[in-house]
């Protein structure tokens, strides 16, 4: 069970930037920090509420770390995304037949 709140986690605009970083494959911790204008210590601090969500996993290898993404908790941010997707896709429906009787 997740230790912190996936959707507290994803509030934050640079944790989401270190999983979109991470969508290609797993990435040292210092390498992650390079990509951003802050400090090792603030990229660790972002690492460890993504890492309490479950949302990324930390492999050590010698003295650096690595870091994995881990999507699964995801699934808990699209069943509460579901409806809206639903709500939306009615809506441009109901723009796109508007459109195709005033454009006859």
Same mark, same amino acid.
């Given at each position: 069970?997740?230790? $912190?709140?996936v959707f507290s986690a994803l509030a934050? /605009? !640079?944790? @989401?930037?270190?999983?979109?970083?991470?969508?290609? $494959? /797993?990435?040292?911790?210092? *390498?992650?920090? $390079?990509?951003?204008?802050?400090?090792?210590?603030? %990229?660790?601090?972002?690492?460890? !509420?993504?890492?309490?969500?479950?949302? !990324?996993?930390?492999? =050590? +290898?010698? @003295?650096?770390? &690595? &870091?994995? #993404?881990?999507?699964?908790? #995801?699934?808990?941010?699209? *069943?509460? #995304?579901? =409806?809206?997707?639903? &709500?939306?896709?009615? +809506? #441009? $429906?109901?723009? +796109?037949?508007? %459109?195709? *009787?005033?454009?006859?």
């Amino acid at each position: 069970m997740p230790t $912190g709140d996936v959707f507290s986690a994803l509030a934050n /605009p !640079v944790r @989401r930037r270190l999983m979109e970083a991470l969508q290609d $494959g /797993p990435c040292a911790a210092g *390498e992650l920090a $390079g990509q951003f204008a802050l400090s090792r210590p603030a %990229i660790s601090e972002h690492l460890t !509420v993504l890492k309490n969500a479950q949302l !990324v996993r930390e492999e =050590p +290898r010698g @003295r650096h770390r &690595y &870091y994995h #993404l881990e999507a699964a908790p #995801l699934a808990e941010v699209s *069943e509460w #995304l579901h =409806p809206f997707e639903r &709500y939306w896709r009615t +809506r #441009l $429906g109901a723009l +796109r037949d508007l %459109i195709d *009787e005033e454009s006859q």
